[in-house]
């Protein structure tokens, strides 16, 4: 079992839709949590830090659930510029700090 | 602030030879962590430095890969004697801590 899954993709909607991506993790002692964004295989760039209480950033919203070890991205009013994929990411403490990626989750916002 | 910086971004070498990657994390960073990109696939941690130190090579080849982070200069990621397999999107990544990591644009090599 891969230690971060992501749905499969890719994601085609129209502008102005709600899209959800879900991630899970399988290592309980994962301690931090976060969504970057990779356009056309460039380097992946921050887009939030996930946190317990959930956390939204304009049209971005983030939840974690560590019961179910399970993360969630939402986009609403999805805009052109949002095409790219999206990575689930963990961060092990007891691994020294690295990160853990997801396969990614590609997103196509047509007009 | 000038961020992680990454060069060269395209190598191109022929089997046999040489790689140096390099990378200079941003001002106020002292992790470094080197990442890898196959074509078609995620992306693989391979080691995690602290100035002068490895802490953590587990996602390194045992063979032919080698990294360093000096007292003075970037931190290189060499690989030896290189093989077809090994091209792929080199990313590096700075952090202050055990946080966020901001990435560098990539070594992109290619073996011929």
């Known amino acids: 079992r891969k230690e971060v899954e992501q749905d499969p993709g890719p994601f085609n909607v129209p502008e102005g839709a709600t899209v959800a991506f879900n991630c899970t993790y399988s290592?309980?002692?994962?301690?931090?949590f976060f969504w970057y964004r990779q356009d056309c295989r460039k380097e992946p760039k921050l887009l939030m830090s996930?946190?317990?209480s959930g956390n939204e950033d304009g049209r971005f919203t983030a939840q974690l659930n560590r019961a179910s070890q399970y993360i969630s991205l939402l986009i609403r009013d999805s805009k052109l510029s949002d095409s790219a994929t999206y990575l689930c990411?963990?961060?092990?403490?007891?691994?020294?700090?690295?990160?853990?990626f997801g396969q990614g989750t590609e997103l196509s916002v047509k007009p | 602030n000038a961020g992680v910086m990454q060069n060269p971004r395209h190598l191109v070498r022929r089997r046999g030879q040489e790689a140096r990657l390099r990378c200079s994390p941003m001002?106020?960073?002292?992790?470094v962590y080197w990442y890898r990109q196959l074509p078609e696939e995620g992306l693989k941690f391979m080691v995690y430095?602290?100035?002068?130190?490895?802490?953590?090579e587990s996602g390194m080849p045992k063979e032919r890969f080698s990294a360093e982070f000096p007292k003075e200069g970037p931190s290189i990621l060499r690989i030896q004697q290189v093989v077809r397999g090994d091209s792929a999107a080199y990313f590096c990544?700075?952090?202050?801590?055990?946080?966020?990591?901001?990435f560098g644009p990539g070594t992109r090599l290619t073996v011929l």
């Open positions: 990544a700075s952090s202050p801590g055990y946080n966020e990591q901001f």
């Open positions: 290592n309980s002692a994962s301690q931090s």
């Open positions: 996930v946190y317990s």
């Open positions: 990411v963990v961060l092990f403490y007891n691994q020294g700090g690295k990160l853990i």
């Open positions: 001002k106020g960073h002292s992790h």
């Open positions: 430095l602290q100035k002068e130190n490895i802490i953590d």
